[in-house]
T-cell receptor, first 117, second 117 residues
């Protein structure tokens, strides 16, 4: 079964500090993609970072980095130097590629991050 | 980058009426689009896969006669909520994937807030 698990319903972080949002996944596919999205209260899904299962290096995008540990099937998001605008809900998601990239995402439960001034 | 546009962003309708939500890929052709539903503070749940030129594939538990999906062209999918009831009030969001290989290939619309009164 394909599944994404985010075990932290809510997280607090002090402004300017780093925070790690946990994500573990389960899939039998050898090829898959892992995504992190930010969803503010407006509802839009903002793409943050992508990691392919065959990518050897951890993905980084500005203040976002993905700690990819394939053997442990974890894909934690690290946000450095937190800003007040980072307060939002964060989703980890996966696309098992199978024979092709269909774009069908499987989402975790989400983590609500609140940045304290 | 690729853009997906969703309309309307907010809609209020009366109980018993139908409402249509459009999802357009603006600068790429999408043979497959996805419709998700999200209740407050919950994750995105896949409702159906919209296939251009053929019937949509619905997830288990989603009433296909209530949530009509039409993918008449390579750039447009529509979701029609028929005979809407207050319990259909939710956030609906679509996504589409490009054919590009590697990296982020999935793009979301802005989402639609539906309120049934």
């Amino acid at each position: 079964a394909q599944k994404i698990t985010q075990t932290q319903p809510g997280m607090f972080v002090q402004e300017k500090e780093a925070v790690t949002l946990d994500c573990t996944y389960d899939t039998s596919d050898q090829s898959y993609g892992l995504f992190w999205y930010k969803q503010p209260s407006s509802g839009e899904m903002i793409f943050l970072i992508y990691q392919g299962s065959y990518d050897e290096q951890n993905a980084t995008e500005g203040r976002y980095s993905l700690n990819f540990q394939k053997a442990r099937k974890s894909a934690n998001l690290v946000i450095s130097a937190s800003q007040l605008g980072d307060s939002a809900m964060y989703f980890c998601a996966m696309v098992p590629f199978g024979s092709s990239n269909t774009g069908k995402l499987i989402f975790g439960q989400g983590t609500t991050l609140q940045v304290k001034p | 980058g690729a853009v997906v546009s969703q309309h309307p962003s907010r809609v209020i309708c009366k109980s018993g009426t139908s409402v249509k939500i459009e999802c357009r890929s603006l600068d790429f052709q999408a043979t497959t689009m996805f419709w998700y539903r999200q209740f407050p503070k919950q994750s995105l749940m896949l409702m159906a896969t919209s296939n251009e030129g053929s019937k949509a594939t619905y997830e288990q538990g989603v009433e296909k006669d209530k949530f009509l999906i039409n993918h008449a062209s390579l750039t447009l999918s529509t979701l029609t909520v028929t005979s809407a009831h207050p319990e259909d009030s939710s956030f609906y969001i679509c996504s589409a994937a490009t054919d590009r290989v590697g990296g982020n290939t999935i793009y979301f619309g802005e989402g639609s807030w539906l309120t049934v009164v």
